[in-house]
């Protein structure tokens, strides 16, 4: 398929359609010169977005990555006939990592650390995921061209200074990720029901929330309510989180759906 008949079928917008244009070069790239190439760093709804355009394309060989096993924040690769563990990191590698430390108490947040960075004028594309792994300890991922601009540049974070050092992508330590697990019965596997039950709603206020484009599915906006959800889909719904469809174990007595959903916290 061309690069135009893909475009016209996956992009769902202008910006999105930019955005596998780019993935489309760094592709032909690739498998022109026979060398790896490599996106920036795409967020879980741009991810999506390039499976479905790699999908059509004809699965060529790629792989998402961010440093670290469960990354959110992810580069895809080309041509990646290697595992994560044979990744060259470092100076050789495309990602890399960068650890500030500042005084325990500032009780800084994601969005202190990332609105510091953006003030160096970094990009969110050449930003990975930021860790808050313990108190006074901030770990964040980048494109290895972005690491000397951090080294030299980055002096603070709100009101407190920070001391950097580059770190290898083994120390990185994610926190485990905290989730409630809950257990329902929905009529039917239809997103507004399965959005109600994980995130404790009304089936008409989960049902607007769909129509009003909050919520995604598997981190693609869906408008339809009716839309089938199955065990492993994600949903994101804005300003209240994710939950994952863990099990769909069965029908009740009373002939609903049984789910089992994890919510994050």
């Not at 300890?137 to 061209?145: F, G, K, P, R, S």
Request: aromatic share 4%.
């Amino acid at each position: 398929m061309k690069k135009k008949e893909l475009l016209d079928r996956c992009a769902r917008s202008g910006e999105e359609r930019i955005l596998l244009g780019r993935v489309l070069d760094k592709l032909e790239l690739a498998q022109s010169r026979g060398v790896p190439a490599h996106t920036p760093f795409l967020s879980p709804g741009e991810q999506a977005s390039v499976t479905d355009l790699l999908n059509g394309a004809g699965r060529p060989r790629s792989l998402f990555w961010g440093g670290y096993p469960g990354s959110e924040r992810n580069i895809c690769l080309f041509p990646a006939g290697w595992q994560e563990e044979d990744l060259p990191a470092g100076a050789d590698g495309p990602v890399a990592a960068v650890q500030a430390s500042f005084p325990a108490g500032a009780s800084l947040t994601h969005r202190d650390i990332l609105g510091a960075l953006m003030g160096l004028g970094l990009t969110r594309e050449v930003l990975g995921d930021i860790l808050l792994p313990q108190p006074g300890v901030c770990q964040v991922v980048a494109l290895t061209e972005a690491v000397p601009i951090l080294l030299s540049q980055w002096e603070s974070a709100g009101r407190y200074k920070v001391s950097l050092s580059e770190i290898s992508l083994d120390q990185l330590t994610p926190k485990p990720a905290q989730v409630r697990t809950i257990r329902d019965t929905v009529a039917t596997l239809r997103l507004d029901a399965v959005t109600a039950a994980g995130f404790s709603l009304s089936r008409a206020k989960a049902a607007a929330l769909v129509a009003s484009g909050k919520v995604s599915l598997n981190h693609r906006e869906c408008l339809k309510a009716d839309r089938p959800v199955a065990e492993g889909d994600v949903l994101t719904c804005r300003g209240l989180g994710r939950c994952v469809v863990k099990e769909v174990p069965g029908q009740s007595k009373k002939g609903r759906t049984m789910v089992v959903l994890d919510r994050y916290v």
